[in-house]
């Protein structure tokens, strides 16, 4: 009797565990720091005092290439050094605490685009979704680098994401330094700023997914490059429908309401 009650509970704990285990999207816009994202590498919360403002609420993720590198200029015109990001090991060939390491992409920074990635940040956040559903999250790409027409094709910086699951490991460059840049100087530490740009995919199947976003030093380690992001959230497809018709509910049963009103 114990051991069938035994083997149901376990065969109940392994089918309900995992889906309790790993919900929806949390703090999709770090509002409450990086609770439930993994970091690696140079990242922190700026608020809209960092010159390029939230998205969502009063936080936003920042991650930079910098390791040990001018980061910005202090009030008497000095540089400060500063930065923590972590190595690619195609290139630097240290593995531990590597972007691919932590990615789990063991072939992506050694391939194509990708092949002379030095260093950088990222974090990410795993969660379940089902078909349909829309995964989409804000990011803004910064650089010190030369960009557009000045661009230079060995120093390309760039920022992505990466979406993978239990079958396939997908990567989305989300900028580098031909993309549009804004036509004035960003009002950040940063000479260069994309603007505020929204990343928008369709999942296709029900499931665990887990999400990467950061940014990478392209040719030389030393001009750095950065990256925003906030108001990450995988939202499904009727939501806004629904809504819509609740207020549409909300809104007839007013009208319904003042109808009797102004009888009496
Ligand atoms: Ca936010
Ligand atoms: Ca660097
Ligand atoms: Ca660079």
Redesign the pocket.
């Known amino acids: 009797m114990n051991i069938v009650i035994s083997a149901t509970v376990s065969i109940f704990v392994s089918l309900v565990l995992p889906n309790a285990a790993v919900a929806a999207i949390i703090n999709g816009g770090f509002e409450n720091s990086f609770d439930n994202w993994h970091t690696l590498g140079d990242y922190r919360i700026e608020t809209s005092a960092f010159g390029s403002k939230t998205v969502e609420g009063n936080s936003q993720a920042f991650l930079s290439?910098a390791y040990n590198e001018v980061v910005g200029v202090d009030e008497n015109g000095g540089e400060v050094i500063g930065g923590s990001a972590a190595p690619a090991a195609y290139i630097t060939g240290i593995a531990e605490n590597s972007l691919e390491n932590f990615l789990d992409v063991s072939s992506f920074f050694g391939e194509g685009l990708l092949a002379d990635a030095i260093e950088g940040s990222a974090i990410k956040q795993t969660f379940r979704a089902q078909a349909g559903e829309t995964l989409s999250f804000a990011w803004n790409f910064l650089t010190n680098?030369s960009v557009g027409d000045n661009s230079n094709p060995a120093?390309n910086?760039f920022a992505f994401a990466t979406l993978s699951n239990n079958s396939q490991n997908l990567f989305f460059k989300l900028a580098d330094s031909t993309t549009d840049f804004l036509a004035t100087s960003s009002n950040s530490n940063f000479f260069e700023e994309t603007g505020s740009k929204t990343f928008s995919l369709t999942l296709p199947t029900d499931g665990e997914y887990t999400l990467g976003v950061g940014v990478v030093?392209?040719g030389?380690p030393t001009?750095?490059?950065g990256l925003l992001v906030d108001r990450v959230q995988a939202i499904p497809e009727t939501s806004s429908t629904i809504s819509l018709l609740i207020l549409g509910i909300v809104g007839a049963f007013s009208a319904f309401k003042h109808i009797q009103k102004s009888r009496y």
Do not use: G, Y
């Open positions: 290439t680098e120093f910086d030093d392209v030389e001009i750095i490059s």
